[in-house]
């Protein structure tokens, strides 16, 4: 399958902890990368590799990986951190791209 | 600053073409493979289109497949997209993206410098 699956929504109460977790057959050859993206804005990288933050993400970001499941860990969320999350791979072929449908984050 | 600059956007009839531009700087873009990717109003992102250093490798996703054609000028730092046959659910804002992989304890694989954007709307 060249899907990846993910909640459409999750929400977390502010300083707590979240995962966001997304599905697929492809995630078993390769790690995802995860998006943030804010409304009106073009998507930021926040994870990527084995468990890797690009310059400027906040060390709260951590993902890990088992199996067919990729999560993205939010520690201590911030409100600045709801916005819209995407996992990201290659499909089982490595030849084509491959999203998540998204999972909205609400901070309360 | 690295930067990654989409343009073309626009208003077309369906049937009608369009050719996107992305403008790189700060960055060897002759060493990057690149990515188009969109995102239709209100709904998730989709990969589009990759496209490998030299050119010479290049994908498309069953959605664009013989529509869209992907290319590169490594000499004018620019990455193309021509967009044909153009439907309205092509409707989308169409991003650039800088594109990198490789294997560390298993294949990585991220796109890490986008553009902002460039809107595409297909309607009569």
């Not at chain 2, 790189?24 to 969109?38: I, K, L, Q």
């Not at chain 2, 730092?77 to 294997?103: F, H, K, P, W």
Request: hydrophobic share 30%; glycine share 12%.
């Amino acid at each position: 399958s060249s899907e990846l699956t993910q909640d459409p929504a999750v929400s977390v109460a502010l300083g707590q902890t979240v995962r966001i977790t997304c599905q697929g057959d492809s995630l078993r050859s390769y790690y995802a990368s995860w998006y943030q993206q804010k409304p009106g804005q073009a998507p930021v990288l926040v994870i990527y590799g084995k468990n890797n933050r690009p310059s400027g993400i906040p060390d709260r970001f951590s993902g890990s990986s088992s199996g067919n499941t990729a999560s993205l860990t939010i520690t201590g969320a911030q409100a600045e951190d709801e916005a819209d999350y995407y996992c990201n791979s290659r499909d089982s072929s490595g030849n084509h791209g491959v999203f998540g449908g998204g999972t909205k984050l609400t901070v309360l | 600053e690295v930067q990654l600059v989409e343009s073309g956007g626009g208003l077309v009839q369906p049937g009608g073409s369009l050719r996107l531009s992305c403008a790189a700087s700060g960055f060897t873009f002759s060493s990057y493979e690149m990515n188009w990717v969109r995102q239709a109003p209100g709904k998730g992102l989709e990969w589009v289109s990759y496209i490998s250093s030299s050119g010479s490798t290049i994908y498309y996703a069953d959605s664009v497949k013989g529509r869209f054609t992907i290319s590169r000028d490594n000499a004018k730092n620019s990455l193309y997209l021509q967009m044909n046959s153009l439907r309205a659910e092509d409707t989308a804002v169409y991003y650039c993206a800088r594109d990198s992989s490789g294997y560390y304890y298993g294949h990585y694989y991220y796109m890490d410098v986008w553009g902002k954007g460039t809107t595409v709307t297909v309607s009569s």
